[in-house]
């Protein structure tokens, strides 16, 4: 497979992982901030609601109680001693003394003229007809009347309740100027943080109390018109790009509503907290999940691809070895069809001689030429015999066989074959074998290649008058394994060299003396027979090769 | 050198007619067959000393034709011949009782060494066994 392929494969699985931990992960997340948004929007608006209507039933209180005290005065006392307005002044200052929102207290008839006033504008009241007010006709057809809110006189906000009473089939009117602060002072408490706000508006959408934020007592209040909203209500409205909550309880008498808007960026702070929160560990969970799969499934790609390269190379090698199996084969084929006719040249050759060497046949003139020729034809038939053999013996090395082995025994036939090239280039092979070694079961053809391809290394490496000391041991009596070592006293290598000395052509001899598959394929050959091979190097004292091989 | 009585069996004509001469030009008693068979023909109407044996014949094989041999006269050496790669007929040859193997081409005087020295053991036995 290719490196492309690979690459492909880890992006796939990647998408897959992430797809399968990351769909549930943004569902769930995402499920659980819309539950918490909307749970906590609608206890946001419930509070507000609740506030508006707490706040409703104190105003109304306050107005159900101030109608009852002028109730009460207008039903217990006669109307005579009422139009006095000394008396009048008496029934005003215990009222102040209970609250001090009364400014004013009249009595008017049935004609709209004031027949009695105390208050501070006496002067400018006293003689004020009310008869063309509309709050006049209201009073006297309704029976108590509360009015909007108005400056008047004194430049302060105010408002007037009237009730009637009859006196003698005559109906007067009990008229009570009443400051507003004490209403607003109640508004004022429904505005909640530092960008709440609360006031009333009248049927006309007219201010009547003093908002904190929105707009001026007696205009138009800059929130949506909430005039005509009947019962309590709450809404959410996003004006100028801010967000706002506004709860309405509408008031009975007057038909005021009570209106609370509540900044939802504030009351919802704690929500965007909590989802700032929830972001930030989806966002962390994410990249969790994200750094986890491309690392697994990289790991997870590196090693497949690993194998898929170990399993290429042992099948090269397997290709490599029934490649040079089938050669062998066919070697040791046509050395024995040779042999056969070599051995017939060889005899009818040697007949002749046996002719030739008669007594008539000596006398010939060309007895010389004729003996020349048969002994020519007999070294010939030893030359090919030579060939043919050799043929049969590579042939035999390359079939796989289990033996068993005396690695000692190997080892000695081995350096045989190595000890003219050393004798001649003055190298000693110093040999010490533990004579207690026990036989193994392996391929003696093969690992008489490894210790062939060592031992002739470890010749090139030595050079000149070098040594080598060969040596076999085992660990203990009872150990499953063997060990050969290799060692010789040559220049040793650097690391880069020691570290790429089993790979395929790395060589560091000349490109007509080495191919660089020897050690290469030691080494394969001494995995193949379950073994291991290790080398150290130390330069300037020399190279040891340790090969470890199992007792079966 | 004394009269032994030798037989060859191999399948290759020229080497067998080839042999014998020589063989007998050197004064032994030699005969020669072209199978395992007619070897053995051979051998219910006489008696030899030494057999030249090849492993790998038509028919019937140098291994079961040994065995054959072995069977009817215990007492002849058997000297394999072989021709093929594996030296393992040689030495399945030895332990049905063969005296030796040798590779071909062998050179005659290799062979005469061989057969005397199987001669000899021959003698030794025969005499051990009276």
Known sequence: MSLKHYDRLALKMIIMTLSFSLIPLFALGTTIYIQFTTAYQSKVAESAKTLAQNRRASIELFFDERIAQLNTVAQTHPIEKLKDEAFLKKIFDTLLAKSKSFIDIGVIDSQGNHQAYVGPHYDKLKSVNYAQEEWFNAVLTTGIYISDVFMGFRKAPHFIIAVTTIDNNQIYILRATINSAIIDEMVRAGQVGKRGDAFIVNQENILQTQPRFSGQLLGKPTSPDFSSSVGSTVEFVNLKNEENIYATAQIKNPKWVLVIREDVQEEMAPLFKAQFVENLIMIFGILLVVIGTVVTTRTMTRRLEKMELEKAKSEDLMVQSSKMAALGKMAAGIAHEINNPLQIIGDQAGWMKDLLDSEDMKTNDNYQEFEQCIKKIERQVNRSREITHRLLRFGRRMETTQDMVDVNNLLSETITFLENEAHYRDITIQTQYDTGLPEITTDSNQLQQVFLNIIDNAIDAVGQSGKIFVKTAQPSNSSKEILVTVQDNGPGMPKEVLARIFDPFFTTKRADEGTGLGLSISYSIIEKLRGKITVSSEEGKGTTFIITLPVK | ?130
């Open chain 2, 1 to 130: 050198m004394e009269k032994y009585r030798v037989l060859i069996i191999d399948d290759e004509e020229d080497f067998v007619e080839t042999i014998v001469k020589r063989l007998r030009d050197r004064g032994l008693d030699a005969e020669g067959a072209l199978s395992g068979p007619e070897g053995l023909q051979i051998l219910e109407n006489k008696d030899f000393d030494v057999i030249i044996l090849d492993v790998k014949m038509p028919k019937m094989s140098g291994i079961e034709t040994l065995r054959e041999i072995k069977k009817k006269k215990p007492l002849v050496e058997v000297i394999m011949l072989t021709g093929h790669g594996s030296v393992e007929s040689g030495i399945q040859g030895l332990q049905l009782g063969a005296f030796n193997y040798v590779m071909k081409p062998v050179p005659l005087d290799e062979l005469l060494k061989q057969m005397n020295q199987a001669y000899e053991r021959k003698l030794i036995e025969e005499e051990r066994n009276h």
